[in-house]
């Protein structure tokens, strides 16, 4: 079982920068590919961005490249999501997953809300 609990979400203007994190239970964190997936108001959720297990190769939506940056510490079973030059179709809830391959997500976290106003 794995336990994932995001923070660092919040309201941030058009342009500007936030960092989610993502906390996971257990002692098997570096055998799990991560990934951020968010839900707008009205949509259905989508990918955002993957990592590997040892963060060696790293996944983005195309919206999201060159803006975002995923990270992981592995000692202290976190990742990270980078977010950079925010605009307003970034708002959303932001949700941490874990799986086994990268594609498939056995574990979810609750979400953190990120709003971007213009």
């Known amino acids: 079982q794995v336990q994932l609990v995001e923070s660092g979400g919040g309201l941030v203007e058009a342009g500007g920068s936030l960092r989610l994190s993502c906390a996971a239970s257990?002692?098997?964190?570096?055998?799990?590919?991560m990934g951020w997936f968010r839900q707008a108001p009205g949509k259905e959720r989508e990918f955002v961005s993957t990592?590997?297990?040892?963060?060696?190769?790293?996944r983005y939506a195309d919206s999201v490249k060159g803006r975002f940056t995923i990270s992981r510490d592995n000692a202290k079973n976190t990742v990270y999501l980078q977010m950079s030059s925010l605009k307003s179709e970034d708002t959303a809830v932001y949700y941490c997953?874990?799986?086994?391959?990268?594609?498939?997500?056995?574990?979810w976290g609750q979400g953190t809300q990120v709003t971007v106003s213009s």
């Open positions: 997953a874990a799986g086994t391959d990268g594609g498939s997500w056995g574990y």
């Open positions: 257990g002692r098997t964190f570096s055998s799990y590919f």
């Open positions: 990592i590997s297990w040892r963060g060696g190769s790293t």
